[in-house]
């Protein structure tokens, strides 16, 4: 089987946003910047943002990307997706979002032990992740992990983050014209690295352990005991034990991390829980 990375690195895309600022145009999304930044602020973490993108055009960004990734991939229809639907949706419910499109698709590819998030609310899971997320509970830990991307406007965020970059490098470029070329190229080659926007772009460690901590809060809002996050972390750490593919380590907490936040988070997340007697936590379909 493929190396297990993290269930939410995002599909490579090529629907990604490449800007072609002038500096005139700089000097205006910074402006713009410094004004949006102070008035965005994640769901129950209260982080301020930086996010240069409408709600409008982030989600039409999330809708075009979907489709190009699921247009290269085999969908799943029957239980696998019912299941999957059901959770999502309860999670969604509590997101409490209504502008999103939630959506929810379950790809094949027993290989793969991911899913991913895009912006506006679509959601995919791999089947490889089933044996990872056990049941309904492991399952609503990943949806609501992914749910919190969403709607903690992660994605926007990143774009946002790449294009200040972006336009970074264009003042570097300027500044550096005339001077030792070779010089030029090597800090602009290694500025380029960072540099990249788009909606394939991974999330970075602290998005990533903000997403746990606000999935964790929604499970519990639907009725599912944060605790289950824990142990899906633990099995993830030991489908990991073989070793990992090293751009997880520099984009992700390790899987001992996650279970030591989740542990300090448990108490925040289960004063959210609201009981359902009528919820039940089935054991996921098999997959061949
Ligand atoms: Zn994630």
Do not use: F, N
């Given at each position: 089987m493929d190396r297990v990375t993290c269930f939410c690195r995002m599909p490579k895309c090529r629907n990604a946003v490449i800007m072609k600022p002038t500096r005139r145009l700089w000097g205006l999304v910074v402006a713009i910047a410094v004004g949006i930044a102070a008035c965005v602020t994640t769901p129950y973490t209260n982080r301020s943002q930086l996010v240069l993108l409408s709600e409008s055009e982030e989600m039409a960004l999330g809708v075009a990307a979907y489709k190009e990734v699921l247009s290269q991939s085999e969908v799943t229809a029957g239980r696998p997706l019912d299941v999957v639907e059901r959770v999502g949706q309860r999670i969604a419910r509590v997101a409490d979002k209504p502008a999103y499109q939630w959506q929810f698709t379950v790809i094949d590819d027993a290989k793969t032990a991911n899913a991913f998030a895009l912006p506006g609310g679509k959601v995919a899971v791999y089947t490889g992740l089933f044996p990872i997320a056990k049941d309904e509970a492991g399952l609503a830990a990943v949806m609501g992990h992914e749910v919190a991307h969403a709607l903690a406007r992660h994605g926007a965020e990143r774009m946002s983050q790449g294009m200040v970059l972006q336009l970074g490098a264009v003042g570097l470029s300027a500044a550096m014209g005339g001077k030792d070329p070779a010089l030029a190229n090597a800090v602009m080659s290694a500025y380029g690295l960072g540099a990249q926007v788009g909606v394939a772009l991974p999330f970075n460690r602290s998005q990533e352990s903000e997403?746990?901590?606000?999935?964790?809060?929604?499970?519990?809002?639907?009725?599912?005991?944060?605790?289950?996050?824990?142990?899906?972390?633990?099995?993830?750490?030991?489908?990991?034990?073989?070793?990992?593919?090293?751009?997880?380590?520099?984009?992700?907490?390790?899987?001992?991390?996650?279970?030591?936040?989740?542990?300090?988070?448990?108490?925040?997340?289960?004063?959210?829980?609201?009981?359902?007697?009528?919820?039940?936590?089935?054991?996921?379909?098999?997959?061949?």
């Open positions: 997403a746990d901590r606000i999935g964790m809060i929604l499970m519990a809002k639907a009725g599912y005991d944060p605790e289950a996050a824990l142990h899906l972390w633990e099995r993830m750490g030991e489908s990991e034990s073989g070793g990992r593919p090293p751009e997880y380590l520099s984009t992700h907490p390790s899987a001992t991390t996650r279970q030591e936040q989740i542990r300090g988070w448990l108490p925040e997340a289960r004063g959210y829980l609201v009981k359902d007697p009528q919820l039940t936590v089935a054991a996921l379909p098999a997959i061949k």
